[in-house]
């Protein structure tokens, strides 16, 4: 059986990419309410004015990825990110719309990441001044195919920004991030699981499977006991 153990707890991860800074600002409010390690995602072609022209140059960027979503090379260069994504449990993606789409640089970092955050938790925030947001989903499910994405997704608006300190909190507990982030605190590194049950007896083949309470069976120091893993 494969779980993810992490002796501090889960641990979150916060990625983002901001052009107007209304991001910025609601990432800024979210680390207030969490404790998440945050990472800015910056081009790496320094000083675009992506607003000039009606936006022509972030236009031109979304347009090359939608051409060939599959190609590296459609994706605009961003500044390297070091980091190990093995440590996280959670990832929340904050993105910009571009033209209904998600921002590029964020998408760049995901094509090159997301393959990484297979069997993880995946929440989303995207900020637009009035489009929907289904495509700037979808691009997120596209680059990270094998995310367990938790619904339901945060869409702020440009005009809610500077009051969204209220929206992220009732979203955080939507999306029963408090249930989530506590599965891993509840798992010491001493301990190896040998076994999870569901809340009907059933053995399930991953604590991430599971909803409401485990029954998880661990070995620790030659005994055998089990917790009720609650999510």
Known sequence: MMMSIMAAGARTLVVYYSFTNNVHTIVSDLSTQIDAD??????????????????????????????????????????????????YDVVIVAAPLWWSNMAAPLQTFLFQRGGEMAGKHIALIVSSASSGISNVVADAKRLIPQ?????????????????CHSMIA??????????????????????????????????????????????????????????????
């Open 38 to 87: 945050v990472v800015r995602i910056e081009p790496a072609e320094k000083g675009i004015d992506y607003a000039a022209n009606n936006y022509a140059a972030g236009s031109a960027l979304i347009s090359a990825i939608r051409n060939n979503p599959s190609d590296p090379a459609s994706y605009p260069a961003i500044d390297p990110v070091e980091m190990n994504m093995a440590a």
């Open 170 to 231: 009732q979203w955080l507990s939507d999306i029963n991030y408090t249930g989530i982030a506590s599965v891993g605190a509840a798992v010491s590194g001493d301990e190896v699981p040998v076994a999870a049950y569901n809340a009907c007896g059933q053995k399930i083949a991953s604590l991430r499977s599971a909803s409401g309470f485990s029954i998880v069976q661990f070995k620790k120091g030659g005994n055998t006991y089990s917790k009720k893993i609650y999510r």
């Open 147 to 163: 995310g367990i994405f938790l619904e339901p997704n945060l869409w702020i608006r440009s005009s809610q920004v500077s009051n």
